[in-house]
């Protein structure tokens, strides 16, 4: 069966809201200072290229373990399905198609958000851990024929697995 690809952050949920909490939270955390605006701007870009900017010192690892604990402490309430995603899946669905949802959050944590708004019954598959080019490996491997992302990054790993890309 054919399979198309879906990112999840701002292609599927408005996880914006989320994020931002969650790096807010963990930089205060860490005694460090945060401009939400900053942060809502960069939405969609892995956390080890922001944390850098706000807490420089601490190391990846620490701060990303602070960032998952609130995100699904706090963060899964504050996901909010994005108008037309249900109807997308459930198109690609009913055309025959399996759904592969490959995202830079942990897989795990793909799964939770999938599973509070709500989509988790329409998706044969998640890849987890995964941005821009690094996407294409997992497209490749699942045999995505297109990916539909909201980032520059996804199209990039659309290409770079064959697959047509699909900008929202």
């Avoid at 944590?109 to 509070?116: D, F, I, S, T």
Wanted: net charge negative; proline share 4%; with cysteine.
């Amino acid at each position: 069966m054919p399979v198309i690809g879906f990112d999840l952050d701002m292609t599927l949920v408005d996880s914006a809201d989320a994020i931002v909490d969650s790096v807010a939270h963990t930089c205060r955390h860490f005694g460090g200072t945060v401009d939400e605006d900053v942060v809502r701007a960069g939405v969609g870009l892995p956390l080890d290229v922001v944390f850098p900017d706000f807490i420089p010192d601490v190391p990846y690892a620490e701060a990303l373990e602070v960032y998952r604990a609130r995100y699904l402490s706090h963060g899964l309430a504050m996901q909010t399905l994005l108008p037309g995603a249900r109807e997308a899946l459930t198109a690609v669905v009913d055309d025959g198609y399996r759904v592969l949802v490959v995202s830079a959050k942990k897989d795990t944590h793909v799964l939770a958000v999938l599973r509070e708004v709500g989509l988790a019954d329409q998706v044969a598959a998640v890849v987890g851990e995964r941005f821009a080019e690094t996407k294409s490996e997992a497209l490749r491997e699942h045999s995505a024929v297109a990916y539909v992302g909201d980032h520059t990054g996804d199209v990039r790993g659309a290409i770079g697995a064959g697959a047509v890309a699909v900008a929202v």
